[in-house]
């Protein structure tokens, strides 16, 4: 039956909302929730959708995608940085690789040209899956991700060496190497003019990137229509991507570049998130088309072949990705994570394989079940993630030896101080400066060493223990300042110190307002904010630049913060208790706080016409009625 073009959308769009989203909460990743989506919708299970090729070639135009975005986020200095990764690791793979696979394939009765080619096209990896199953999980720019990164570019610049030598595989085993069609434009100029064409096509890109593409973006910036700047953007990465096609290049390694050199324009941004969403979309289109080729009935009819070639595949490659990792001294953990990532087949290895088919390098025989393998081997290498986000990197994260907590010297300090981090060692500092003892506990012993290196002494302990707080003299002290950052652990060092030493006054550090609550709540009545003195502060020089007279603008600036104390104490009971109470005052103190403010304004333009420069062409502004006393104050 033949299906309408909006019946296979609406397809592809359901299979990927429904189960991106599940695979997702379930902690399986968004490229294998669409790999298992293909499998559910393909012609091998419920044939929701038919042949999936030209699907798959639409598709393909998000990887294009995708390493345009990559080359964006790469400015040209750290591409040179990496040039050693690329060419050395990134040699290395697939010259091992392809080295190791052809041996076994020899060994399995295939003829050198065809062992050969088997051999190059399994030693690709699929950038695809890679790239997007790191970028989800935030280690592409650590060291195991550079790694991946650099092989995958790596072989994204040895298939065009590859194609070429195809041919030359496929006159060797006697197969029509003439006979292959073509539609690029190399193929048909002299051999001399060849090499040198291609060169120029990538010179072409670099300095139309450089030099011409920024004056377009300024002319059509010019416009203010957003929806120009997106189609430049798209027009810039299908016209590379066409031009490569044309001179017989990787136009996924074409628009990389292009992404590199407009890495440095000022228009980087803009045009990483005018092609982000397009991107998303068709590589999860390409990874539902991935899945929904996966010849099921090939599987299951020959499941002993299949699932050799799919467990030699992962575990030669894998074997040899760790040996790499060992001999560039990525370290155990990095090492894991590159073999892991990287040891599956390609979307490069489907494109080999098709064109050694055209050429009589292998028969159908060898090709199909091969291509089963690197689909299952794709659709593994999510699990092979989770496997060592789960499994292998818990066990190399070998945690060094644990410190015992450090034996408190008897002392009379009348301060104790809990945390001696950002906020914690500026009190500490001003205290002990002001000839007051403290004893300060932290419990990060890398932190107590770093500040004993500049002579502020800290003891290593954890303050939510009774017996260190003894021993620090809290049942001598007189005052206890908690300024932990962790919301829940300083609640609880709170809650252990009004128990066991009620005595001690305590002063403490919030790191947000919910935090603020909580230590309200439990009579805590010195709280400060983190971040409200210096919002403030920044909040002061702001009104200054704005016109804003130096006593005018700190004037506003402590009428603020007194209402937004107040407005702080005054919400804490509602907090958590009764919303509709604490909406409904919240709501209030908004409205309170800016009639006050523009009645103090008024007030003071009054008295001083020269208190805002602005005061001459700036209206001031209306007033509402004076609030209600006790009313007042800020969110």
Not at 80 to 90: A, E, F, S, Y
Not at 146 to 158: N, R, T, W, Y
Not at 265 to 289: C, M, N, T, W
Not at 604 to 625: C, F, Q
Request: with cysteine.
């Amino acid at each position: 039956m033949t299906q309408s073009f909006l019946f296979q959308a609406v397809i592809y769009l359901l299979a990927a909302v429904a189960a991106v989203p599940i695979a997702k909460r379930l902690g399986l990743g968004s490229v294998l929730g669409y790999l298992l989506a293909g499998v559910v919708i393909g012609p091998s299970a419920l044939h929701w959708v038919g042949d999936v090729a030209d699907v798959q070639h639409f598709a393909e135009f998000g990887v294009v995608m995708m390493l345009f975005v990559v080359g964006l986020e790469l400015r040209p200095s750290l591409l040179w940085r990496l040039r050693g990764p690329i060419l050395g690791m990134g040699s290395a793979q697939v010259l091992v690789t392809a080295g190791v696979v052809t041996g076994l394939a020899l060994l399995s009765a295939q003829r050198w040209p065809v062992a050969v080619t088997i051999g190059l096209t399994l030693a690709m990896s699929s950038t695809a899956i890679v790239i997007q199953s790191l970028a989800e999980r935030g280690v592409l720019n650590t060291r195991g991700g550079q790694a991946c990164f650099s092989v995958l570019l790596f072989q994204d610049i040895a298939v065009i060496p590859i194609l070429a030598l195809l041919p030359w595989l496929g006159r060797a085993q006697g197969g029509p190497a003439a006979a292959v069609p073509t539609d690029t434009v190399v193929d048909r100029l002299p051999h001399w003019a060849q090499p040198l064409t291609t060169v120029g096509a990538v010179v072409a890109v670099v300095i139309v990137a450089h030099y011409v593409l920024r004056y377009v973006f300024r002319y059509v910036a010019a416009s203010k229509l957003r929806e120009m700047f997106t189609a430049v953007a798209l027009l810039v990465v299908a016209g590379v991507a066409w031009m490569m096609h044309l001179v017989g290049l990787s136009a996924a390694l074409g628009t990389f570049i292009a992404g590199v050199v407009l890495a440095e324009s000022e228009y980087r941004h803009q045009l990483e998130a005018d092609v982000e969403p397009f991107k998303g979309l068709l590589l999860g289109l390409f990874f539902i088309a991935v899945g929904a080729g996966l010849d099921l009935g090939l599987v299951a009819g020959r499941p002993a072949l299949i699932g050799g070639l799919v467990l030699g595949l992962v575990a030669v490659k894998f074997g040899l990705l760790l040996l790499l990792g060992w001999v560039f001294r990525l370290g155990w953990g990095a090492s894991f994570l590159f073999a892991c990532a990287l040891a599956q087949g390609g979307e490069f290895c489907f494109v080999l394989l098709g064109m050694s088919d055209q050429l009589g390098l292998v028969t159908a025989g060898v090709a199909e079940p091969l291509k089963a393998a690197i689909a299952v081997s794709m659709a593994l290498t999510p699990v092979l993630l989770i496997l060592n986000d789960r499994v292998i990197q818990p066990r190399l994260a070998k945690p060094g030896p644990k410190r015992e907590h450090d034996v408190v010297e008897s002392h009379d300090h009348p301060v104790i101080l809990a945390g001696f981090g950002r906020v914690g060692h500026v009190v500490g500092r001003l205290l002990e400066a002001n000839g007051f003892g403290v004893t300060v506990l932290d419990n990060d012993p890398d932190q107590v060493e770093l500040l004993g290196r500049f002579g502020l002494k800290a003891f290593y302990g954890d303050a939510s223990r009774a017996d260190l707080l003894a021993a620090a003299g809290a049942a001598k002290a007189k005052l206890f300042i908690c300024a932990v950052d962790n919301e829940q652990q300083s609640l609880q060092i709170v809650d252990l110190v009004r128990k066991e030493f009620p005595h001690l006054h305590i002063v403490a550090r919030a790191v947000n307002r919910n935090h603020a609550y909580g230590l309200l709540q439990r009579g805590i009545t010195e709280v400060r904010r983190d971040t409200l003195g210096s919002a403030l502060d920044l909040g002061t020089d702001a009104l200054r630049v704005l016109g804003f007279h130096a006593h005018r603008a700190v004037r506003a600036v402590q009428v603020f913060r007194r209402r937004e104390e107040e407005s702080v104490r005054t919400l804490a009971p509602f907090y958590g208790r009764d919303e509709a109470g604490y909406m409904s005052i919240a709501r209030q103190h908004v409205k309170n706080l800016e009639a006050v403010l523009r009645e103090d304004l008024r007030k003071e333009h009054l008295d001083r016409p020269d208190a805002w420069d602005t005061a001459g062409s700036t209206p001031v502004p209306e007033v509402d009625p004076k609030p209600e006393p006790g009313k007042d104050g800020g969110v």
